[in-house]
């Protein structure tokens, strides 16, 4: 049988640079966290990861991964991580497709004076639980409260424990159900953005 001809990458053979840019086109499509958070001094901010996951049922917990800070601000501490570092509370707020411009304006490198909520163009709400702000217009808002923070390498992995989740009326299809296809989430991939849908299954569906 023929061997498939394949490119192969080595770790030691390439940059740190050129291997970042074979795993995000490789490891896609990747959900969104849009991170609230606010300062030990009352400052808001708001910024998306494309590095999360769930990492834990039981205790529920969610996981996103934060890096150090690029262009204007390369090799800093994101205010994200300092935020959830001090106050040790925080909110991921999910993105619909129609939200993608405003998550895509947050996103950039700005001063830790600036608002990011007014740079993108949404409300903020504080938590239902929580003292931090979620994004009204996010289909659904996940309160947090910080359980680690791991550093991997130059990253930080932080782990929250899920305090409350606070979902649409208009999404929610009952039995704690949610129906994805009326929020259309957009999924991040090498650069560039995805939606998701229409989908589908394979086999019987979980009731």
């Given at each position: 049988?023929?061997?498939?001809?394949?490119?192969?990458?080595?770790?030691?053979?390439?940059?740190?640079?050129e291997?970042?840019?074979?795993?995000?086109?490789?490891?896609?499509?990747?959900?969104?966290?849009?991170?609230?958070?606010?300062?030990?001094?009352?400052?808001?901010?708001?910024?998306?990861?494309?590095?999360f996951?769930v990492?834990?049922?039981?205790?529920?917990?969610?996981?996103?991964?934060?890096?150090?800070?690029?262009?204007?601000?390369?090799?800093?501490?994101?205010?994200?991580?300092?935020?959830?570092?001090?106050?040790?509370?925080?909110?991921?707020?999910?993105?619909?497709?129609?939200?993608?411009?405003?998550?895509?304006?947050?996103?950039?490198?700005?001063?830790p004076?600036?608002?990011?909520?007014?740079?993108?163009?949404?409300?903020?709400?504080?938590?239902?639980?929580?003292?931090?702000?979620?994004?009204?217009?996010?289909?659904?808002?996940?309160?947090?409260?910080?359980?680690?923070?791991?550093?991997?390498?130059?990253?930080?992995?932080?782990?929250?424990?899920?305090?409350?989740?606070?979902?649409?009326?208009?999404?929610?299809?009952?039995?704690?159900?949610?129906?994805?296809?009326?929020?259309?989430?957009l999924?991040?991939?090498?650069?560039?953005?995805?939606?998701l849908?229409?989908?589908?299954?394979?086999?019987?569906?979980?009731t």
């Amino acid at each position: 049988m023929s061997k498939k001809q394949k490119h192969i990458f080595n770790t030691n053979d390439i940059s740190d640079d050129e291997m970042y840019k074979l795993l995000i086109g490789s490891v896609i499509p990747r959900p969104i966290a849009w991170v609230s958070s606010k300062s030990k001094d009352g400052i808001l901010n708001l910024a998306p990861f494309s590095f999360f996951t769930v990492a834990s049922r039981n205790p529920p917990t969610l996981l996103i991964s934060i890096g150090p800070g690029v262009n204007e601000r390369i090799g800093s501490i994101k205010d994200t991580l300092t935020n959830i570092r001090e106050v040790k509370e925080y909110i991921i707020n999910m993105v619909p497709e129609q939200l993608g411009e405003a998550m895509y304006r947050s996103s950039a490198s700005v001063e830790p004076e600036k608002n990011e909520f007014e740079l993108a163009g949404v409300t903020a709400q504080m938590g239902n639980v929580l003292n931090v702000p979620a994004v009204l217009e996010a289909p659904i808002s996940i309160e947090l409260m910080l359980d680690q923070i791991i550093p991997v390498g130059g990253d930080s992995l932080v782990l929250g424990k899920v305090k409350c989740i606070q979902i649409d009326k208009a999404i929610y299809a009952g039995n704690y159900k949610i129906a994805i296809d009326k929020w259309k989430p957009l999924a991040s991939l090498a650069g560039d953005f995805a939606g998701l849908m229409p989908s589908f299954s394979y086999g019987q569906k979980d009731t």
